[in-house]
């Protein structure tokens, strides 16, 4: 079988700029939907999805900790009583807000409904809550006493 040695030339067809506002009639390849001026990078329209917030799925935890500690923590989900265990590490601030039983959205919905709380899902689903403590109100304690007894410290 014989192959060709040069490319077919594609045909350039007469086109109307697809910019919003511009129209003008240039010429070009079949694929072609803007004129040179609005092929330039400053004219695209970049679309940017906004970040999500981070204390929707997790919950901040303000601390001045200089070393690893594992603590024990409540799981944030209504009805749900568990109790999990997170390690705590230097200047690191976002943690998990549920237990590991909880932490798939799809787990989190079919608890709920479980227990008979429609409403808590639309509201979870509407609502971005915001769950930021500080060290102080877990207990109130000054940094140079004894940790409390749900935290453990590690040794690594």
């Avoid at 067809?13 to 009639?25: A, D, F, L």
Wanted: aromatic residues 10%.
């Amino acid at each position: 079988m014989q192959l060709p040695k040069s490319r077919r030339r594609q045909k350039l067809r007469e086109k109307r700029c697809q910019y919003p506002g511009c129209g003008k009639i240039f010429f070009g390849i079949h694929i072609s939907k803007y004129c040179p001026e609005h092929r330039q990078d400053r004219y695209r329209i970049r679309k940017r999805t906004k970040p999500e917030d981070v204390n929707i799925k997790n919950q901040t935890y303000k601390h001045t900790y200089t070393e690893v500690v594992t603590m024990v923590m409540d799981c944030a989900l209504e009805g749900c009583e568990h109790q999990f265990e997170v390690k705590i590490y230097p200047r690191q601030y976002i943690y998990p807000k549920y237990c590991p039983e909880h932490r798939n959205e799809y787990k989190r919905i079919r608890h709920l409904q479980l227990i008979g709380r429609d409403d808590l899902i639309e509201e979870m689903k509407r609502e971005s809550e915001s769950f930021e403590f500080d060290q102080g109100a877990l207990g109130g304690e000054d940094e140079n006493e004894a940790v409390d007894a749900d935290v453990v410290d590690d040794v690594a």
